[in-house]
Nanobody, 121 residues
Framework: QVQLVESGGGLVQAGGSLRLSCVAS????????MGWFRQTPGKEREFVAA????????TYADSVQGRFTISRDNAKNTVYLQMNNLKRDDTAVYYC??????????????WGQGTQVTVSS
């Protein structure tokens, strides 16, 4: 049984920073990638960033490229999302997910419970 637990969300002013964490536990059954997605009410879940556990390869959505950084600590089974220069449009519930290297949420089989990020003007 895989469990993903996110933390680090909160309220921040525009231009500020937050760091999200996601701790994974349990067997990963060969799934080699951790991804971050976000969702706002009435909208589909949106890809943010992903990183491979093995070689650290990363990919980002255009909307966050240059502002967000995804990283991992294999020894702690933890993935981070450093979010800088936050904008109001970044307001969403952020989810981490375990799956295969892709931007499509259907390629991810395990999901955390989500953490709210709210950016105020």
């Amino acid at each position: 049984q895989v469990q993903l637990v996110e933390s680090g969300g909160g309220l921040v002013q525009a231009g500020g920073s937050l760091r999200l964490s996601c701790v994974a536990s349990g067997r990963t059954f060969g799934r080699n990638t951790m991804g971050w997605f976000r969702q706002t009410p009435g909208k589909e879940r949106e890809f943010v960033a992903a990183i491979k556990w093995t070689d650290g390869r990363t990919t980002y959505a255009d909307s966050v490229q240059g502002r967000f950084t995804i990283s991992r600590d294999n020894a702690k089974n933890t993935v981070y999302l450093q979010m800088n220069n936050l904008k109001r449009d970044d307001t969403a519930v952020y989810y981490c997910a375990l799956g295969y290297y892709a931007r499509d949420p259907s390629r991810y089989d395990y999901w955390g419970q989500g953490t709210q990020v709210t950016v105020s003007s």
